[in-house]
């Protein structure tokens, strides 16, 4: 009897689990590539205080990169959990394959899971500072009402894909919050906000987060236009409105071609007006080349039920450049430091 309740209690534990490993099809290389994008939106606000080189690596540093981290990857895996449950009369028509339209869980239960890494979400932000629960507060209010209605019954031509980017700012902005709320206050710009605490700002730091926001938003909205012109059909059926519903798919080709450019030119800002080096730079422009020269054959493809097709795969690879993106700035500044530190312990010795 004892051996039954505990083979019970393992299955309620680990079913779950093994949920959600098989509930999307995610290539290990991209979960890996949410921690380096996490952890580099972190890192990169940090080390942009020090424009002339990075200075050695602090132990002051540590907690608010874990804890980036773990809000953000909570919070990404509610924010898809949530998509899915309120955009289910869509997946019926376009991905039939997915979670609840394929009957594996019910809405209820997905809600249950939702709710948890929600819980998880703001746990892991009020412990890094109350400034960056606002702002994962204010994400998840803006995720919930776009998700849930405003994409639904706002007119506003293409109105859901100019908005939904706006959710992956989350990331720049709580990295450089996390540095400008747990570090002491050395900035030149330091102002204190009642209940919020205090911010210590630099104002070396504003024009790369600016440019890192804007890089983020554009990136984004060039995959969402491409997959939404794989789910046109249900995102038309229930007056969903893209720029594929509104301008139709040949011209949303053409605007996430754009989009893709835009994001191009702003990463390369990005890295002339910060520290970034040429391990960021080379790379990344490769990997933009590569990318646009992909969305133009996108462009010059003419029959519609290929391009339905392939903007399924096309917003993947566009997805992929964000994530490979931010992956290129924690390695450039993860190589920075480990280069201070060795250059440090050399002139120690000598």
């Given at each position: 009897m004892e051996q039954k309740t505990k083979s019970k209690k393992e299955f309620f534990l680990t079913r779950p689990v093994r949920f959600l490993i098989h509930w999307r099809p995610f290539p290990p290389y991209e979960l890996i590539c949410y921690i380096l994008m996490f952890a580099g939106a972190t890192m990169f606000s940090w080390a942009t205080i020090f424009p002339n080189g990075i200075l050695l690596f602090s132990i002051e540093i540590i907690k608010p990169i874990i804890l980036t981290i773990a809000t953000l990857y909570s919070g990404f895996f509610a924010a898809l959990i949530w998509n899915d449950i309120t955009d289910k009369d869509i997946d019926i028509v376009v991905h039939p394959t997915r979670a609840i339209p394929s009957g594996?869980?019910?809405?209820?239960?997905?809600?249950?899971?939702?709710?948890?890494?929600?819980?998880?979400t703001f746990l892991f932000a009020v412990l890094t500072s109350p400034w960056c629960l606002l702002i994962v507060g204010l994400?998840?209010?803006?995720?919930?009402?776009?998700?849930?209605?405003?994409?639904?019954?706002?007119k506003l031509p293409a109105y859901s894909e100019i908005f939904?980017?706006?959710q992956w700012l989350a990331v720049p902005l709580f990295g450089f919050f996390a540095i400008f709320t747990t570090l002491p206050a050395k900035g030149d710009i330091n102002f204190s906000v009642p209940v919020l605490g205090n911010l210590s700002i630099y104002s070396i730091q504003l024009i790369p987060m600016f440019l890192l926001c804007l890089f983020t938003y554009f990136a984004d909205?060039?995959?969402?236009?491409?997959?939404?012109?794989?789910d046109v059909d249900g995102d038309r059926r229930l007056g969903v409105k893209t720029y594929a519903t509104s301008f139709g798919e040949r011209n949303?080709?053409?605007?996430?071609?754009?989009?893709?450019?835009?994001?191009?030119?702003?990463?390369?800002?990005?890295?002339?007006?910060?520290?970034?080096?040429?391990?960021?730079?080379?790379?990344?422009?490769?990997?933009?080349?590569?990318?646009?020269?992909?969305?133009?054959?996108?462009?010059?493809?003419?029959?519609?039920?290929?391009?339905?097709?392939?903007?399924?795969?096309?917003?993947?690879?566009?997805?992929?450049?964000?994530?490979?993106?931010?992956?290129?700035?924690f390695l450039d500044v993860f190589l920075q430091l480990i280069n201070a530190e060795y250059l440090h312990w050399i002139n120690s010795i000598i």
């Open positions: 594996h869980i019910s809405s209820k239960k997905f809600f249950t899971i939702a709710l948890v890494f929600s819980a998880l994400t998840a209010l803006f995720v919930a009402f776009h998700n849930k209605y405003l994409k639904k019954i706002i939904t980017p706006v909205d060039a995959h969402d236009i491409a997959e939404g012109i794989h949303a080709v053409k605007i996430s071609f754009s989009m893709l450019l835009i994001s191009g030119i702003l990463g390369i800002l990005l890295w002339f007006f910060s520290f970034l080096s040429l391990i960021f730079l080379i790379p990344f422009i490769v990997l933009w080349f590569y990318t646009l020269n992909q969305s133009y054959q996108f462009i010059k493809m003419t029959d519609d039920l290929q391009r339905k097709r392939m903007g399924k795969i096309m917003g993947k690879k566009i997805y992929d450049y964000l994530l490979f993106s931010f992956s290129l700035i």
